[in-house]
């Protein structure tokens, strides 16, 4: 990743100009219905000011998105093929220590796991926002609600904390399950690339069955 440090760099500017850009709205909206309220005001140049400020903020915020969302997928897609390329060309070894689903002589599980680099290259960026949005949020909610916001933060945190429990105990039956789907790859794919044998010494219908097999279990895992 250091070898696209340019690009996320510059992904996380665009992203930290999209949250001040939206933390800015609640004040801009905030000034327009104190204008329409105060009925003694009349310099509607200055709501008429405001209005288009708030427009040329959401087209900001809507190209910043559009950038941003590009900038990372292209990143994560330059970064599955490399990864894929110098793993297929054996300049990458797999081993058990790189994947927890490995089993000797499979190349699918290259494909699974190269392709979770474009998911990490789309939210790398919100661990920067993500504690910038906590506090914020966490500073209006005490200035609207009061003190009082600190059940609804506790109920939070417990619901956080239930959930990795519930997904730590279902992490294993995960597990097996993918354990299962690549087997079922692996002897799907041997039997397209070896099709010919196959029909030639008549294993069609062991492969088939294994095959089905490894299915079944696949949807009672699931």
Known sequence: MIAFKD?????????????????????????????????????FGYATNLIILLVCLN???????????????????????????????????????????????????VRGATGRLVHFCWEINHFVTTPIWLCYCSFRLLIKVGPTFLIGLSLFIICYYFDRYFHRTLSEEHHEESKIREK?????????ENIKTLKFYGWDEYFKREILKFRAKEIEKG
């Open 7 to 43: 690009r996320f760099f510059w992904a996380t500017v665009g992203i930290m100009a999209h949250v001040f850009i939206h933390m800015s709205y609640p004040v801009i909206i905030n000034k327009i219905i104190t204008f329409m309220q105060d009925k003694d005001d009349q310099n």
């Open 59 to 109: 087209v900001i915020m809507m190209l910043l998105d559009c950038h941003t969302w590009y900038n990372n997928l292209t990143t994560g897609c330059m970064a599955q093929k490399i990864i894929t390329a110098m793993t297929v060309k054996k300049q990458l070894k797999l081993t058990a220590a790189t994947s927890k689903n490995y089993e000797a002589g499979q190349i699918h599980a």
């Open 184 to 192: 079922r790859m692996n002897l799907t794919s041997e039997s397209f």
